[in-house]
């Protein structure tokens, strides 16, 4: 059978007869997660007329799509959440320091329903292609079932992690078992006991995945492609007096969030790693691996991220804790990351994820020593031997940042295709607009401060900039804005320099672009912004205040 790709899998069906869309609106955007939801409630404000295409059948993004076992935040649920409305932040009360997917896509139904968002969004509709009408000044949008929407301004809300792959291997479509992508994972209960699974990834959804599952499952077998250094999540409920305590400091909260670099509530520490004692250094180390979040990778010495010699001491010490964590230690060995030090990828949060590889029932195949050789009717096989599995779980991760943007068929001035112009990386201002794509603005896309955040708290600057300037053109009679060349060669330029001394650069993750499983994305590009959400965001209102400097409004 071929991999279940659940497009629009169950849920709530908003709407069964064929919608007639209005010839215009003012503004269209793709995508109701997070951004999307916000950005429809602010233009609304504006009072213009707004249509969100969603491709699933209810709101929530990532949150809806992602409903694999042990799927949950790696952000604190209270820096989380939505910070705009006080009536919101009063009312919702979290039941965990780190929520599980159910509890938060409960949240975004909840804030759904609150502000009424729905009536303007459009389910079960995937935006198929948008080209911008150089004779009119606004977008022509297609959805894949041929209906169309005229909107003077495209937004794209698309989600960093929206873009699901599958590995390339022979034989996907032979295997008669079940088998699924933890992007789409079924609307309905999965029942895994005494199954023989396989996963293929141990990326951040692998690693919730495995540690879930394998309390339940039969057997379990995990193809290992690389080894990834990951950090306890110590989770725990919240109280009723935790939750009322956390409602009175939300002020104080979010105005951390605001001065750290990726908005998390952990600032990396003033010192350098060599400043202290090697006794000291450990006894941190310790700190920050028993401290709930991100705290051992946001929070650890300011040259962690960029000193190979201070990223090479705190991998050791990680080194040691998967050493003593699993029994056996040429298991332990397989499980340590050779090829990139500690925090320069994405540091996946767990728990109990190396004591998994404690149990009888499962197994790790290292495919660096014996590689898939293809997918078979029964199961997979590798370089030496043959794996029977009732169930094939792909936890292959996403074609991220740029792939999204990919999958739909964007063209702008005189029909450039945004994908011929990103084809050797991004090219932005701000990671708001391209030039050629006149009125098209992207919330949390490359060269965006959103990337590499705590995303919430970045979408809402993103959105609340982005209404800023819609309410700015509104008042002056604009009705186009694109950036400039030089803003955008000069943005672009910063972009890369200022990510040369970063140590992660170095290393192939989606944070670099390269995804093997995507033809082309094999090399590795600058798709972040790291200068910190702080200095991004003056950036933003440094613009803002100039008139929108950068950009050309008419």
């Given amino acids: 059978m071929a991999v279940l790709d659940t497009a629009v899998p169950g849920g709530k069906p908003r709407r069964t007869e064929r919608e007639a869309f209005p010839e215009f609106v003012d503004a269209v955007i793709i995508g109701a997660g997070i951004a999307g939801m916000y950005q429809l409630h602010q233009l609304r404000r504006l009072g213009m007329s707004v249509r969100v295409f969603e491709t699933g059948s209810d709101v929530g993004g990532t949150w809806y799509w992602n409903r694999y076992p042990g799927a949950r935040f790696d952000s604190e649920s209270w820096t989380y959440g939505y910070s705009f409305s006080e009536e919101v932040l009063e009312e919702w009360n979290w039941s965990e320091h780190f929520s599980a997917q159910p509890e938060t896509l409960r949240y975004l139904n909840f804030v759904a329903d609150k502000f009424d968002l729905r009536r303007d969004i459009s389910f079960n509709s995937r935006v198929a292609a948008a080209h911008y009408q150089d004779d009119w000044g606004g977008w022509n949008i297609t959805l894949d079932d041929g209906r169309c929407q005229k909107a003077t301004f495209l937004i794209t809300a698309i989600g960093p992690l929206s873009a699901h792959t599958l590995p390339r291997i022979d034989g996907i479509d032979d295997f008669q078992g079940t088998a699924f992508h933890t992007a789409r994972w079924p609307h309905h209960p999965v029942d895994l006991s005494n199954k023989r699974v396989g996963v293929i990834g141990t990326g951040a959804t692998g690693i919730q995945t495995i540690q879930t599952i394998a309390k339940s499952v039969g057997h379990l077998s995990v193809f290992q492609r690389t080894a990834n250094w990951a950090a306890p999540l110590h989770n725990t409920p919240i109280s009723a007096a935790e939750m009322a305590e956390i409602k009175a400091n939300y002020p104080a909260i979010f105005a951390r969030c605001r001065e750290t670099p990726g908005c998390f509530i952990h600032m990396n520490d003033p010192r350098a790693t060599f400043e202290v004692s090697e006794a000291e250094r450990l006894a941190f180390y310790e700190e920050l691996y028993n401290t709930p979040g991100f705290g051992i990778w946001q929070g650890n010495f300011r040259d962690m991220s960029t000193d190979p010699e201070a990223n090479a001491a705190v991998s050791a010490f990680i080194a040691d804790k998967i050493r003593q964590r699993v029994k056996d230690p040429v298991l332990a060995e397989k499980l340590i990351p050779k090829d990139h030090g500690f925090g320069t990828r994405r ?26 050789e293809r997918i078979t009717a029964t199961g997979l096989r590798t370089s030496d031997e043959d794996h029977d599995l009732d169930v094939l779980i792909y936890a292959t ?29 991004p090219r932005t201002f701000l990671g708001l607009q391209t030039v050629d794509f006149p009125n098209m603005l992207t919330i949390v896309g490359p060269h965006n401060a959103a990337a590499r955040c705590n995303i919430p708290r970045c979408i809402e600057q993103n959105v609340e900039w982005v209404s800023a300037l819609m309410g700015y053109m509104r008042t002056h009679g604009h009705a186009h804005i694109e950036a400039t060349q030089s803003a955008e060669d000069e943005w672009t330029e910063s972009i890369n320099e200022l990510a040369a001394h970063m140590l992660y650069t170095h290393v192939d993750s989606w944070m670099t672009g390269v995804n093997r499983n995507v033809e082309g994305k094999d090399i590795r590009r600058v798709l972040q912004y790291q200068g910190g959400a702080p200095a991004y965001r ?5 613009s803002a205040a100039a008139g929108y400097a950068g950009f050309e409004l008419r």
């Fill in 347 to 372: 540091v996946p949060l767990e728990t109990g994820y190396f004591e998994v590889y404690n149990q009888t029932n499962v197994r790790l195949v290292d495919l660096k020593a014996t590689p898939i």
């Fill in 397 to 425: 991760g996403f074609d991220a940042l740029t792939g999204g943007f990919d999958r739909i068929d964007i063209r702008g001035r005189n029909g450039l295709s945004l994908k011929e112009k990103w084809a050797d990386g």
């Fill in 538 to 542: 003056e950036h933003c209102a440094q």
